[in-house]
């Protein structure tokens, strides 16, 4: 105003890029497995830190790609939500992100123990077990035949005249990642 010169002053505006996190997308893995989290992916952060919902562990929470072992807990669960939270620099928000790890129970085969019968008679395999599977498939190195080979409980009759040992073997095929099982029994086969 008036004869007064201008004055000037500056301030400097600092812009703070945000900070991302990717926790992954969901997974699932076979029961007694570890999780690599190899697909997470974050920027622009001060630091990390990995959670579960579950009572499993990780490697190293505190980087981006640890691995995660699930608990018993987490394995009768079925499933457990890995967080990743991404602490942000400046005046910026935190960011979490999530992918839920589903556990898929491993495949177990007992197809029974060795057993013998009498060449007229057949012989329905009542002891064998299995768990964890899709499907199960009955094969025999017999010449006789199975009533159904994929139920858990066939009755095998011999083919006439069979005599010796018939090797009879279960398989169980696995759910998600988990492998197949197998397992063997004998029976034996006695002349009258």
């Known amino acids: ?5 201008d004055a000037t002053d500056q301030m400097s505006l600092t812009i703070t890029e945000q900070a991302t996190a ?18 997470a992916t974050a920027s622009s952060y001060s630091g990390l830190l990995w959670t579960s919902s579950g009572s499993g562990s990780f490697n190293n929470p505190s980087i981006l790609n640890p691995e995660y072992t699930p608990s018993a807990a987490d394995i009768s669960d079925g499933s457990v939500i890995l967080r990743l939270t991404a602490y942000a620099n400046g005046s910026c928000v935190d960011v979490v992100d999530a ?3 589903s556990i898929t129970e491993e495949s177990h085969a007992f197809a ?8 007229s008679n057949s012989y329905t395999i009542n002891d064998a077990t299995a ?10 190195t017999g010449s006789g035949s199975l009533d159904d080979p994929t139920i ?7 083919a006439t ?9 279960l398989t169980v095929y696995g759910n998600g990642s988990c492998g197949d099982a197998t397992d063997q029994m004998s029976l034996t086969i006695t002349e009258q």
Do not use: K
């Open 112 to 119: 029974g123990v060795d057993t013998e019968i009498c060449e």
């Open 131 to 140: 768990s964890g599977y899709s499907s199960l498939l009955w094969t025999t």
């Open 161 to 169: 005249g069979e005599s010796g040992a018939v090797v009879f073997t």
């Open 99 to 101: 992918m839920t790890l």
């Open 152 to 158: 858990l409980h066939p009755t095998y009759t011999p």
């Open 1 to 5: 105003n008036g004869s007064c010169g």
């Open 22 to 39: 990717f926790a992954g997308l969901d997974a699932e893995i076979c029961e007694g497995s570890v999780y690599a989290l190899a697909d």
